[in-house]
């Protein structure tokens, strides 16, 4: 009979109760993403096994689980020599002459009557013995068969890599700023995959952007709650903000006024909903706002740790993640966002804290960002 084989980074490096934390959280994101198929979930000494008809449906959804690492289909059979023969010789059969092979025995229990050395020679010999054109290669082989000795015996020849990471939602959370960019789908999906729970917030500046810019950032969330399970998106109105700073501040200290209200704004919308930290997309030097100086005054702005999980990659690295995860043909449609709008002439690139604080002295702050928090829609997707 045909499994899969679920491995997951637990036993490289987790201990003690983390570990129970970590296997708990595991296998409740997988049976939320197998929900409507049908199977059964099995274990035997530590190790997680799927019984499914739908084998590879339900492979390629549990790859996509943040903290399996590795996912591989293998025969199971009685803990019985001549069974574990007759299951290896016609995993070696099924592949080409041609090839090279090596066993590998791992024996879980070691009451089995024979240690893993002696095993795998045996296995060796009756797969040698019984194919033709296939042969042993310690070294490089191109199967490596692993048999793994537990209750029941499990044989496999491949491994597949699954996503890596974290279980969802064990790390905290952070109210990820979520733009219709190439860059925040990116760092949200790096934060989710290190297990931190994402909320999304979107400034919308109605009616200097429009509701096909909003429903960009809404179809990037949705692609996001793809991997996540579900995520809420927040859609904050900025227009008010943006009018009093263009009204009230000098003209090139918009861009990083408007970033430090952005600030201000996520860490009211984070306090409301008790969500720990700020993500954004940012990356050092990637355009004149995103200079150390800019990032250091806008950090100033907030009252909980500010993420950015890019802040040391180069955009083409970026632009490869966001077509892997499938955000980029999204991102990449040309809706304005606001931004673009209030651009001044010659923004300043490196801020002084000391200047803006005084600017900012005009704004009526605390009630502009009271006003926003008021007004936001939340989205479930
Ligand atoms: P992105 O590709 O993510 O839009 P970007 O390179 O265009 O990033 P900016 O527009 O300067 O850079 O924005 C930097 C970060 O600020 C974004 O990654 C995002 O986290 C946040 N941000 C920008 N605009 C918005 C918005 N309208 N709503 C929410 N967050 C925003
Ligand atoms: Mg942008």
Same mark, same amino acid.
């Given at each position: 009979?045909?499994?899969?084989?679920?491995?997951?980074?637990?036993?490289?490096?987790?201990?003690?109760?983390?570990?129970?934390?970590?296997?708990?959280?595991?296998?409740?994101?997988?049976?939320?993403?197998?929900?409507?198929?049908?199977?059964?979930?099995?274990?035997?000494?530590?190790?997680?096994?799927?019984?499914?008809?739908?084998?590879?449906?339900?492979?390629?959804?549990?790859?996509?689980?943040?903290?399996?690492?590795?996912?591989?289909?293998?025969?199971?059979t009685e803990r019985d020599i001549e069974k574990i023969k007759e299951a290896a010789l016609?995993?070696?059969?099924?592949?080409?002459?041609?090839?090279?092979?090596?066993?590998?025995t791992?024996?879980?229990?070691?009451?089995f009557p024979m240690?893993?050395?002696e095993f795998?020679?045996l296995l060796?010999?009756h797969?040698?013995?019984?194919?033709?054109?296939?042969?042993?290669?310690?070294?490089?082989?191109?199967?490596?068969? @692993?048999v793994?000795i537990?209750?029941?015996a499990?044989?496999?020849?491949?491994?597949?890599?699954?996503?890596?990471?974290?279980?969802?939602?064990?790390?905290?959370?952070?109210?990820?700023?979520?733009?219709?960019?190439?860059?925040?789908?990116?760092?949200?999906?790096?934060?989710?995959?290190?297990?931190?729970? +994402?909320?999304?917030?979107?400034?919308?500046?109605?009616?200097?952007?429009?509701?096909?810019?909003?429903?960009?950032?809404?179809?990037?969330?949705?692609?996001?709650?793809?991997?996540?399970?579900?995520?809420?998106?927040?859609?904050?109105?900025?227009?008010?903000?943006?009018? @009093?700073?263009?009204?009230?501040?000098?003209?090139?200290?918009?861009?990083?006024?408007?970033?430090?209200?952005?600030?201000?704004?996520?860490?009211?919308?984070?306090?409301?909903?008790?969500?720990?930290?700020?993500?954004?997309?940012?990356? +050092?030097?990637?355009?004149?706002?995103?200079?150390?100086?800019?990032?250091?005054?806008?950090?100033?702005?907030?009252?909980?740790?500010?993420?950015?999980?890019?802040?040391?990659?180069?955009?083409?690295? +970026?632009? @490869?993640?966001?077509?892997?995860?499938?955000?980029?043909?999204?991102?990449?449609?040309?809706?304005?966002?606001?931004?673009? +709008?209030?651009?001044?002439?010659?923004?300043?690139?490196?801020?002084?804290?000391?200047?803006?604080?005084?600017?900012?002295?005009?704004?009526?702050?605390?009630?502009?960002?009271?006003?926003?928090?008021?007004?936001?829609?939340?989205?479930?997707?």
């Amino acid at each position: 009979m045909e499994l899969l084989l679920i491995k997951y980074a637990s036993e490289i490096f987790l201990k003690g109760q983390n570990r129970g934390r970590f296997e708990k959280k595991l296998k409740e994101n997988i049976k939320n993403v197998l929900k409507g198929e049908e199977y059964t979930f099995k274990t035997d000494q530590n190790r997680w096994f799927i019984e499914t008809e739908n084998l590879s449906s339900v492979k390629e959804k549990v790859k996509k689980v943040f903290g399996v690492y590795e996912v591989c289909v293998v025969k199971k059979t009685e803990r019985d020599i001549e069974k574990i023969k007759e299951a290896a010789l016609s995993i070696m059969l099924e592949k080409a002459s041609g090839t090279t092979f090596k066993v590998i025995t791992k024996r879980a229990d070691k009451k089995f009557p024979m240690n893993s050395m002696e095993f795998s020679g045996l296995l060796g010999a009756h797969i040698l013995r019984n194919t033709e054109g296939i042969t042993v290669d310690i070294k490089h082989p191109d199967f490596p068969l @692993e048999v793994e000795i537990r209750e029941e015996a499990y044989i496999y020849v491949s491994k597949e890599k699954a996503i890596g990471g974290m279980p969802y939602g064990i790390n905290g959370s952070t109210m990820l700023m979520l733009s219709g960019g190439i860059d925040s789908p990116v760092a949200g999906f790096l934060m989710a995959k290190r297990g931190i729970e +994402i909320h999304s917030v979107y400034y919308h500046s109605h009616p200097y952007t429009s509701e096909r810019a909003k429903d960009k950032v809404k179809e990037l969330a949705s692609i996001l709650a793809g991997y996540t399970g579900k995520m809420y998106l927040h859609v904050m109105p900025f227009t008010e903000i943006q009018m @009093e700073i263009m009204d009230k501040c000098p003209e090139n200290e918009l861009t990083i006024i408007m970033r430090r209200f952005m600030m201000k704004c996520a860490c009211a919308l984070a306090d409301k909903y008790n969500i720990q930290s700020v993500t954004t997309g940012e990356s +050092i030097g990637q355009v004149a706002s995103q200079t150390m100086e800019a990032l250091v005054v806008s950090d100033d702005a907030g009252d909980r740790p500010v993420f950015r999980p890019l802040v040391a990659m180069d955009k083409v690295d +970026i632009m @490869e993640i966001s077509e892997w995860i499938g955000t980029y043909e999204t991102s990449i449609l040309p809706y304005e966002d606001c931004c673009t +709008i209030f651009v001044p002439k010659h923004p300043v690139t490196k801020p002084k804290l000391k200047y803006i604080l005084e600017h900012e002295k005009a704004l009526d702050s605390d009630a502009l960002v009271a006003r926003a928090v008021e007004g936001t829609e939340v989205f479930e997707l």
